[in-house]
């Protein structure tokens, strides 16, 4: 079992779209593929369909108390599961802060799943906090969504530079740039310009698209409703890419129909 | 381990389709998806999945292959599947993860080879909540199974509810909704498939079962069991002429040493010309089979001889396993010449003639067949005692191959003529025995594949690359001698077990 987890500092630039296209396209490939909302905003529960409620809340659930198969819900694509997101996660770094090695909390909870998932997506609240900590820990990768500004290059260098530091065991890193407009002199600037110097950052790139912004109301995936479009092209073209790069493998082989 | 319900399946009539579906099972909309898939029925030949309720299919999509087990009151398993031989599937070709080791556990050596092969066409329907989100998955399923070329037959109609993780609730309600309307749910599609193209599901079948009884004449009782031992060949003879499976071959083989052993032990029931011209003709099928055993024995091992192989020489080794699949080649064209040929035919017609009527004629033809059995396992077991315990730690490997072939015909005797007496009298000394075999069996095995690779020495030196294959080489001898000797350490043990007091008294009272 693989753990990536959908990361960044900031709000808005695009993780949760990532998680939800990225489990999408796995599922599709035969991989069976848990999705783990870690983002009491819920917004990747919302888009599948699914009440944002774990019974029992952060507290039994990070205590241990609750059994996790148990707070699995199926979603409408084959081959993928999902922990929804639950309101109490706000509380997620104080319940943390309670147990003991909080950084190694995260995978120990995933570890019975091992053999059910090939894959598990963590999508992350924006903060750096004792979650982002775990996530750290427990993942293989982290997938980190970039906007095409200077301030957003800044603080990835901030996350590159902590990861090296403070991480025992860091986790590779798979940057991309999200919500670009190649009309715009800027963003072809910046993402040609740091597309050199980091060679974490991913060649695909995902386009400003009115297709992403459309997942809201669609509750789908775009990759289930617009596979064809631009912007579901482009998350198939960066999926494929971050199965390359992190030595996933070819995929499993077996797509099933992500509508 | 998430708990996903079983699908739940039922028989539909042909009145049945998706919008009486909908009017009984509120919430549901049709997708107007379709799919057809080709679904290949996967068994071993002797039907071990189906002797434990099993189904495993083979799934042809539009994109990949898939793997599914159905297991009554269990949530299918599926496993993507990597490209393979299309006729069958060994337990190296199964997927990593549950499904595979579960399988290839239940498999061990044999092969999972098509049984029949089925098209369904399904037509999506699911059950979905306020959210629109789908919360009970239903396909209308119409399949149908092939034949022959262009032939197929429809099988019943079906529709198959899914349940979806965390909804049990909503799936409980739908199949109570159905019951309500279909009644019972509708038995395995397997079966109904199987049915209709006219195949067994128990599969080819090496069991003696003869039944016996102590007073039976004792060329009556010979006479059956041959001509069961007979049809064991006969049976498994395409397969090993197909070489789907190496066990067909193993099979066949223990139906010809087991006939030999017969033919040996019980020769005073008929007369001695037929009993010579039998043993040479049997003699001869056993040794044109063996070189392709041998090496269908050799390969499989292969990945536990080389475990001890450096990492960093296992390359090395490559030429070699393509010198013993070529010479396992060779040996399987002559082995298929020999089973095909004239003289095969007329040694079998013999045979089939002899056995085919008793009234062998020889000095112990109508004697009761549980004394003279009996008086055989008594003198079999007898022999083996007093010669293994004159085997130490100095005897020549012969020795040990000597009683392991005594061995063999004592566990025939007991295997095809035991049922006569008591299971728990018999069953002890046959763990005992089996216990010393597998030491013996594991000594000569090694030594045999040791003369195997060290014959392979000049070939393997002459090819390209030859000097470094032949000292990775080295190790795997080195490993097979190794595993050579702990089996002759644990020779000691497992005879003292075989030759207690307790299997004395066993054989003594009971067989006499």
């Known amino acids: 079992m693989r753990v990536l987890a959908t990361y960044n500092i900031k709000g808005g630039v695009g993780k949760t779209s990532a998680a939800v296209n990225f489990a999408a396209l796995a599922a599709g490939q035969g991989y069976r593929t848990l999705l783990w909302d870690l983002d009491p905003q819920g917004s990747a529960t919302y888009l599948f369909r699914v009440k944002p409620k774990v019974r029992g809340g952060v507290h039994k659930l990070i205590e241990r108390r609750s059994d996790v198969a148990e707070l699995l819900k199926g979603t409408d694509i084959e081959h993928l599961d999902l922990l929804p997101a639950d309101f109490s996660y706000r509380h997620m770094d104080l319940v943390l802060g309670a147990t003991k090695r909080p950084e190694a909390r995260l995978g120990r909870l995933l570890e019975p799943l091992g053999r059910d998932y090939d894959l598990v997506i963590l999508d992350c609240p924006p903060s750096i906090s004792l979650l982002s900590e775990s996530v750290f820990e427990s993942a293989d990768a982290l997938i980190v969504p970039l906007i095409p500004a200077t301030l957003s290059v800044r603080t990835f260098e901030q996350l590159l530079r902590f990861v090296e530091e403070q991480v025992v065991d860091p986790p590779e890193i798979v940057a991309f740039f999200s919500m670009v407009d190649r009309r715009k002199r800027l963003h072809r600037e910046v993402v040609d310009g740091v597309g050199h110097r980091y060679p974490q950052v991913a060649t695909a790139v995902i386009p400003a698209a009115s297709d992403v912004e459309r997942m809201g109301v669609e509750r789908r995936p775009v990759v289930a409703y617009a596979p064809s479009g631009p912007a579901g092209r482009a998350y198939r073209a960066l999926w494929d890419e971050t199965v390359e790069r992190l030595a996933l493998g070819p995929g499993p082989g077996h797509r099933a129909d992500p509508h | ?512």
């Open chain 2, 1 to 512: 381990m998430p708990r996903l319900p079983a699908p739940v399946v039922f028989a539909l009539d042909h009145g049945t389709g998706e919008r009486r579906l909908a009017r009984w099972l509120p919430g549901v909309t049709v997708d107007g998806a379709t799919r057809t898939v080709d679904r290949i029925l996967l068994d071993t030949f002797d039907g071990r999945l189906h002797r434990r309720g099993l189904t495993v299919w083979m799934e042809e999509g539009r994109d990949a292959t898939v793997l599914r087990l159905e297991e009554p009151g269990v949530a299918d398993h599926t496993a993507p599947l990597a490209a393979r031989r299309a006729d069958r599937l060994l337990g190296a070709d199964l997927p990593d993860g549950v499904l595979g080791d579960r399988l290839r556990a239940l498999i061990e050596e044999r092969a999972l080879l098509p049984q029949v092969r089925i098209r369904v066409r399904g037509h999506s329907l699911r059950i979905c909540n306020e959210d629109d989100k789908t919360v009970v998955r239903i396909t209308l399923d119409e399949p149908s199974v092939k034949v022959a070329r262009g032939v197929d037959i429809p099988l019943g109609r079906r529709v198959r509810v899914n349940a979806v993780l965390g909804y049990d609730r909503e799936m409980a309600k739908a199949v109570a909704a159905l019951s309500r309307r279909l009644g019972e749910p509708a038995p395995p599609l397997a079966g109904e498939a199987l049915a209709a193209a006219g195949i067994a599901a128990e599969g080819v079948s090496s069991g003696v079962d003869v039944a016996l009884v102590a007073q039976m004449r004792s060329d009556e009782a010979m006479a059956a069991i041959c001509r069961r031992l007979a049809d064991v060949v006969d049976d498994h003879r395409p397969g090993v002429l197909a070489d789907l499976d190496p066990e067909f071959l193993h099979d066949l083989r223990v139906a010809v040493r087991r006939s030999r052993s017969v033919l040996k032990e019980m020769r005073s029931v008929l007369l001695a010309p037929a009993v010579a011209r039998a043993r040479v003709d049997l003699k001869w099928i056993q040794e044109v089979t063996g070189p392709t055993r041998d090496l269908d024995v050799l390969l499989h091992e292969w990945p536990s001889m080389v475990g001890p192989v450096p990492a960093s020489m296992a390359a090395d080794l490559r030429p070699l396993v393509e010198l013993l699949e070529r010479e396992r080649a060779e040996a399987f064209t002559v082995m298929r010449r020999a089973l095909t040929s004239r003289r095969f035919a007329r040694a079998w017609a013999a045979w089939r003639e002899l056995i085919a009527e008793p009234g062998f004629g020889g000095p112990d033809a109508a004697r009761p067949v549980g004394e003279l059995a009996g008086g055989r396992i008594i003198a079999v077991y007898r022999s083996m005692v007093k010669a293994g315990s004159a085997i130490g730690d100095g005897s020549p490997p012969e020795e040990l191959h000597e009683l392991r072939k005594r061995g063999k015909e004592l566990r025939y005797l007991l295997e095809l003529f035991g049922v006569m007496w008591p299971e728990k009298l018999v069953k002890p000394l046959v763990t005992a025995l089996k216990g010393l075999q597998d030491v013996l069996g594991h000594f000569q095995d090694d030594e045999i594949q040791v003369r195997e690779l060290r014959g392979l020495g000049p070939a393997v030196a002459a090819a390209p690359g030859g000097t470094d294959s032949l000292i990775a080489l080295g190790f795997v001898i080195d490993e097979l001698t190794r595993r050579q000797h702990a089996a002759r350490a644990d020779f000691s043990r497992r005879f003292t077990d075989f030759a207690s007091p307790d299997n004395r008294r066993i054989v003594h009272g009971t067989f006499r």
